[in-house]
């Protein structure tokens, strides 16, 4: 296992992963791109970035379209959305050395434990929170607006030290990218104050048609979203998951200083991707209702996007 330079295989290279996966290679990484139907724009054209913070980024991916042309990593990033996991796994686990790092990269409560028994044992499992705004313009292009910190978690595995020196192994490899990036001690509450934003933002975008500019310059929107928040918030502490003081607040002012946006699941629902219902919405109101919580809120945006959804699929 390469310590010095570590081999890094991106799987799901959309927005999320082609972004952090450039980044991590204009920084000297050993990085390679595992492709669907973006292979040839990819191969032809290489990765460009349109950054807002970083500028125009290119890079002349190492990248393949089969996981059997793609060498063994030491570090397994997870791009792709929690709905396609069932069919990532296998791909995961023969791209994987002996003790490879998985980090998912994705949003919602169960992640983890829905990926977890398809790996092999000696592997170890991390969660991955990106607070970011980045989505994909065209094949091999990726627009970056705002933010890009990525959080890491250790979730399983044969750690004996509970994961924390592989999680700041992980993060300090962000970070010599110029990615901000920490180690986060209770991963199950961190994936619960992401909801915090991913509750209401994510799936009004798509029931209302608006990005964040528009949801927060009207009053009936903007109160929507914070009733939104505050259940998020009300259905962790009664799962045992307290969240900091003002955490809610915090969220709902840094969004509207960052530019107007439109959340992953719009672009998902406009372009007929399925949606990240179960993980997003399904997985934390099962988990708030066994605590004896009620999301009355939550549970009308849940049902009105499975509608969308069922319609979308139909």
Known sequence: MRTTNPRIGIIGSGAIGGFYGLMLARAGFDVHFLLRSEYEAVRERGLAVESAVHGALHLNAQCYASVTQMPACDWLLIGAKATSNHQLAPLIVQAAVPGAKVVLLQNGL????????????????????????????????????????????????????????????????????????????????????????????????????????????????????????????????????????????????????????????????????????????????????????SLPRMQTLHQALAFLGARASR
């Open 110 to 293: 169960g992640v983890e434990e829905q990926l977890r028994p398809a790996l092999r044992p000696d592997m170890h499992l991390l969660g991955g929170l990106c607070f970011i705004c980045v989505n994909r313009q065209a094949p091999g292009v990726i627009c970056h607006q705002a933010l890009g910190t990525v959080n890491l978690g250790y979730h399983s595995g044969p750690a004996a030290d509970g994961g924390a020196q592989l999680v700041e192994q992980g993060a300090g490899l962000f970070r010599a990218a110029g990615v901000a990036s920490q180690a986060m001690p209770d991963l199950a509450q961190a994936r619960w104050q992401k909801l915090v934003w991913n509750v209401p933002y994510n799936g009004l975008s798509v029931l209302l048609g608006a990005s964040t500019g528009l949801l927060m310059a009207d009053s009936s929107s903007r109160a929507l979203v914070w009733a939104l928040m505050d259940e998020v918030v009300q259905g962790a502490a009664a799962c045992g998951h307290v969240l900091p003081e003002g955490y809610a607040q915090q969220l709902f002012e840094v969004t509207e200083g960052m530019p107007d946006y439109w959340p992953s699941m719009y672009h998902d629902h406009t372009h007929g991707r399925p949606l990240e219902l179960q993980a997003i919405y399904a997985e934390p109101l099962a988990r708030a209702q066994a605590a004896g919580c």
